[in-house]
């Protein structure tokens, strides 16, 4: 499982991830979505790759400032993805749309 090849301290990329388990990157890509299904892998655009989510419990209050802007930085770039998913979303159902009216219309060949 891709859990094992991360850690709450360091952050893994999927290079190295594919070249630590010999999967594809796509593969490693679909485990690393799995896993955050059921717990909180964090990623950074600035410094590449992923961790996992530290135990509060083990945290000094810097510690967990860090940690709740480096979530909420996470969150933030699933928020844009929506967006733009969104609107992608729209495209296809208006298209959709032309397709039921062109049949509606007798408009096919």
Do not use: W
């Not at 991360?6 to 679909?30: C, I, M, P």
């Not at 979303?89 to 062109?102: G, M, P, S, T």
């Amino acid at each position: 499982m891709i859990e094992s090849y991360l850690n709450n301290k360091d952050f893994t990329t999927r290079e190295e991830l594919v070249a630590k388990t010999g999967y594809s990157d796509r593969k490693v890509r679909q485990l690393i979505s799995e896993l955050k299904l059921v717990k909180p892998v964090l990623y950074n655009s600035q410094t590449k790759g992923y961790r996992l989510a530290k135990n509060p419990g083990e945290m000094t209050i810097e510690e967990i400032i860090q940690e709740m802007n480096m979530t909420q930085h996470c969150v933030n770039d699933i928020e844009s993805r929506k967006e733009v998913f969104n609107q992608q979303e729209r495209v296809y159902i208006a298209y959709i749309k032309d397709l039921e009216n062109a049949v509606m219309r007798g408009k096919v060949k």
